[in-house]
């Protein structure tokens, strides 16, 4: 026995720990790869020792649920109301984004958001009142996650609003998601004024039968493809929808035409779509979300199908631990803020727009989008490094969403909570910024790393069901 | 008054904090300063050091501490901002390149897949599980990291040998694999002598003395210390002899540690009879009647284990090699001589001030034949430890870079504010006769030891012109520092500079003897 092998070959080494070494190396002409390493998390040595020891059954169910993402066909099949096609949707429901909350802890822009949805509702006419029946317990609070829904920001969903409808073809599961409503003051950065109000009807009165009708007409549109192409395009169909909306907006002009008579609502849906660039992001989230309950309830599986923050917490579930919610405090991000705002006016992170990551896009796809570099750091290169690093956390690679500059390698997909609490490195997420008080809108855009904690107390859930059997 | 700044999940490497701590320390109005991440070890290294607060109980490993001690409390923004620019520099520095780290050796293994040694130098609870990943991934590991369990050590050995894998360390400073030094190493000549060390300095000391010389090195592993105990059991040392034995390019071996357990011993010896390689050994300290069974040729000095495997390579007589250090002896009476003029009456004692702990051993040892009640910090006669070992006591060596002067800040080797800070504190003692010091250069060092240290010693001679300054300079000149240049400069300045560590602790052991006349 002995190690005489290393001497036939020139030495190539990885250093973990000192630069130093690394420099040394480097400027004699060695062959060295540095680690940035960090610390595991800090978990309990027992936990990690059981899912060491599970990695094969671990291994075995995350290869279902990565076929069953990288299989899945979301499509959009129409649109409709959402009383009429979200499970348990009922009237005094709140549909909400994150995890469930109760209202004595919403923060500032879902809790102007709600009483938004409770005004648009005809409940009340204004904040006090809507503020007085939602404490008074006159609504229900239910996460947008637990109805085959997703939302934006505070992701707010009432009975009467629109949604678009979409399917996965592959095993016939569906998603729901509200129309996007633009920038500016809006009901999903927590506005609830008459302007707000009267855009949200308009989407109900014209927009939605419009585009119900040509979506009717085409039958379907193949999603998929859309965001395969976007991200050829510049998108990470996060924090950048610009080709995504452009490609829908493609798809569903000539239709628009063909079925709505009324030359002056064609043209005002059109420029609505195209003045839009954020349209595409909700039928971006649906499609995360259609494609990953798909996934679910594949015991012993250590992926996570939903990560998303309701402003206050920011939680997550996994496809082999059921419906349990795994929940930590929500940061603040990293970000880039709109002249005369600070980190001090920003709410901790909010939204469901997260699924975008957990299906491998958004903050995974990011060296797809150099047009959003500012928001990271400056420079293409940290967009590419992001990307990279996310494949340390990602149990597999997209076989559809690719990044070109990387020789049109599949994105990082389907978050390992293993890799992410074993390496200490958790998703990273690009986003868009509320101000914490209602009413006000965004203040800005940037990056963030999803918190520890929630991704600790999930591989705790995992091992603690794989022990127990 | 005290305050913090606390950073949530910014983890920083130990020595990135260190310089950044030593810059923070120096800013206006700080009186005291630490910034660390907050682990249980460094909450109690900041009790110790009163610059605990009740709140950081509730953060742990991945959280970092900036501690600010202060009397100007209008100061603790602006200082907390220049804090947090300096870490923002050094992160920055780190990601200039624009090239992707990976973050776990998994992800290095994909990117560079010919990779074949890793080398850790992570926290000791860290570093075992990320050598055991690297060993099962295939790769040959050197484990810088100290305070790794011995039940770790053995487990990762055990494992190397079973997949006939090099484990170096932990604790292993020094290696040089195919000509490549690692850490701490020196830029060695290519050679026929391969070397098999269980420590760092000797075998630093060893390999650039046989290059010095213009002989060269095949290859030079670094067990750690810990190899030659009997829990180990010289594991990694037989194994290493096993690869040596078999290996073409090397022809003549040499063994470099403090005295193995016997029973580790008795293993080496038993391994030596089936080596038909000429074998040379320096364990420090050792019953050279120990050693006799084993058909090693055994040297009393790392220099003159260097010397013994220089003269085998180039086919001579050893016994030259002792004839040379006998007629080199003559020349360094005179020396002695010169020095004892210029030492005044009253000063007596030699006061050594070592980076390397194998140098300061190797002093202890040549220095006690002659000379009574050493002491020293890592004394090898337990009578003979220092009680403090900040400060000195008639005859004293000191290891700066024993744990006690290591906790929180550099090596010696790369830092040498402590040292140079003992020196003047010994050129103020009117006691002292000889300041003894090492320069250990080559690649991991500081890469400018003579910038550092001259002035400290122009300083201590005009404190004090009637103390004689002597060292040894281990390095050879293809170091980055460059051995030759470096002892011009030590010499222009009326320094000492002995050809080696033993030779130098020779010259100590006249000139006390001399003034005890």
Not at chain 1, 130 to 146: D, I, N, R, T, Y
């Amino acid at each position: 026995m002995n190690f005489k092998k290393l001497f036939d070959k020139k030495i190539e080494v990885v250093n973990i720990g000192l630069d130093s070494f690394k420099d040394d190396l480097e400027k004699q002409g060695e062959k060295v790869v540095n680690v940035e390493w960090t610390p595991p998390a800090n978990i309990d040595e027992n936990i990690l020792k059981i899912l060491q020891k599970n990695k094969t059954i671990i291994e075995a169910a995350n290869e279902k649920v990565l076929e069953i993402i990288l299989n899945g066909k979301p499509y959009l099949v129409g649109l409709d109301i959402a009383r009429n096609v979200i499970p348990g949707m009922k009237e005094n429901l709140l549909l909400h984004s994150g995890p469930p909350i109760t209202w004595d802890r919403v923060s500032g822009p879902m809790k102007g958001a709600m009483i938004g949805a409770i005004i648009y509702e005809g409940k009340a006419k204004n904040f006090e009142e809507a503020e007085k029946l939602a404490a008074a317990g006159e609504f229900e609070f239910s996460p947008c996650h637990e109805h085959e829904t997703v939302g934006p920001m505070a992701g707010v969903v009432s009975a009467s609003m629109p949604v678009f409808v979409l399917k996965n073809e592959t095993f016939g599961n569906y998603a729901y998601c509200t129309l996007n409503e633009g920038l500016g003051k809006v009901l999903r950065y927590g506005a609830y004024d008459n302007e707000t109000i009267e855009r949200l009807k308009w989407i109900e009165n014209e927009l939605y039968p419009t585009l119900k009708n040509a979506v009717e007409l085409l039958g379907k549109i193949d999603l998929k493809n859309i965001i395969a192409q976007a991200l050829h395009m510049g998108d990470e169909v996060h924090n950048r929808n610009r080709a995504g909306t452009s490609l829908f907006y493609r798809a569903i002009a000539p239709a628009i035409v063909q079925t709505c008579d009324k030359q002056e609502i064609v043209a005002k849906v059109l420029n609505f779509i195209n003045g839009n660039d954020h349209f595409f992001l909700n039928l971006s989230m649906p499609v995360g979300k259609v494609t990953l309950d798909a996934a679910r309830n594949i015991e012993n599986s250590s992926i996570v199908v939903a990560m998303c923050r309701n402003g206050t917490d920011f939680g997550l579930q996994l496809a082999g631990t059921k419906n349990d919610w795994f929940i930590g405090k929500a940061l603040v991000p990293d970000a880039l803020y709109f002249p005369g705002f600070t980190k001090d006016d920003a709410n901790p992170d909010i939204g469901d727009s997260s699924i975008t990551e957990t299906v491998g896009l958004g903050g995974f796809a990011i060296a797809a989008s150099p047009a959003i570099v500012q928001f990271v750091g400056g420079t293409a290169n940290d967009a590419v490094n992001y990307t990279l690093a996310m494949y340390e956390i990602a149990f597999g690679e997209n076989n559809m969403y690719q990044i070109p500059y990387l020789n049109f390698r599949g994105t990082p997909t389907g978050i390992d909570v293993t890799k992410v609490v074993e390496k200490g490195l958790t998703p990273f997420i690009d986003t868009g910024v509320a101000h914490k008080d209602p009413g006000i809108g965004q203040v800005g855009a940037g990056v963030l790393s999803a918190p520890m904690d929630p991704f600790i107390k999930a591989a705790i859930g995992l091992a603690k069901q794989l022990k127990n059997k | 008054m005290i305050k913090s700044l606390v950073k949530k999940g910014e983890y920083f490497d130990s020595v990135s904090l260190m310089i950044v701590g030593k810059d923070v320390a120096q800013m206006d109005f700080v009186q005291d300063a630490t910034v660390v991440m907050a682990t249980q070890e460094n909450k109690s290294i900041l009790k110790t050091a009163d610059l605990y607060l009740d709140e950081f109980e509730q953060y742990d490993d991945t959280d970092l501490l900036i501690v600010i001690k202060s009397d100007h409390e209008e100061k603790f923004d602006e200082i907390f901002k220049n804090v947090d620019d300096l870490l923002v520099e050094i992160r920055n520095k780190k990601d200039d390149q624009g090239t992707f780290n990976p973050r776990s050796l998994e992800n290095a293994i994909q990117i560079q897949p010919e990779s074949n040694i890793a080398i850790i130098s992570l926290a000791g609870r860290y570093a075992g599980a990320e050598a055991m990943k690297a060993l099962k991934s295939g790769l040959h590991v050197m484990l810088f990291s100290d305070n790794v369990p011995i039940e770790t050590e053995i487990e990762l050995k055990k494992y190397a040998l079973e997949n006939d894998l090099l484990m170096m360390g932990p604790d292993c400073g020094t290696s040089i694999i195919n000509g490549v030094p690692l850490a701490f190493s020196n830029a060695v000549n290519k050679g026929n002598i391969g070397i098999i060390a269980a420590s760092g300095t000797g075998l630093q000391e060893v390999s650039s003395i046989i290059s010095e010389e213009g002989f060269g090195i095949s290859q030079a592993i670094g067990t750690g210390g810990r190899d030659i105990k009997e829990k180990v059991g010289g594991m990694m040392f037989i194994s290493s002899l096993d690869t040596l034995k078999d290996d073409e390019n090397t022809d003549v071996i040499v063994l470099v540690s403090k005295p193995p357990h016997p029973a580790v011993l008795k293993k080496i010896n038993a391994k030596l009879k089936n080596i038909s390689k000429p074998v040379v050994s320096i364990f420090l300290g050792a019953d050279s009647n120990l050693l006799k069974e084993s058909g090693a040729i055994t040297a009393e000095t790392l220099e003159e284990a260097a010397l013994l495997a220089c003269a085998i390579s180039d086919d001579l007589e050893i016994s030259k090699v002792s004839e040379f250090l006998e007629e080199r002896r003559k020349d360094f009476g005179k020396i002695a001589s010169d020095e004892v003029k210029k030492i005044s009456l009253g000063r007596k004692y030699i006061r050594g001030l070592f980076s390397g702990g194998t140098l300061c051993d190797e002093v202890q040892i040549i220095l006690k034949k002659d000379i009574e009640n050493i002491f020293s910090n890592r004394a090898l006669d337990k009578q003979f430890a220092l009680a403090d070992s900040w400060i000195s006591k008639g005859h004293t060596l000191v290891d700066l870079g024993e744990d006690e002067f290591t906790v929180g800040r550099l090596h010696p080797m790369m830092d040498f504010d402590l040292r140079n800070k003992r020196i003047l504190q010994e050129a103020k003692d009117k006691e002292t006769a000889i300041i003894l010091f090492d320069l250990v250069l080559g690649y991991g060092a500081n890469e400018d030891p003579i910038k550092e240290i001259l002035p400290i010693i122009k300083e201590a001679q005009i404190i004090a012109p009637d103390i004689s300054f002597i060292c040894s300079v281990t390095g050879t000149k293809r170091d980055p520092q460059n051995r030759g240049k470096t002892i011009k400069s030590l010499e222009k300045n009326g320094i000492i500079v002995m050809p080696s560590n033993a030779a130098a602790a020779e010259i100590v052991n006249l000139i006390i003897k001399k003034i005890n006349q």
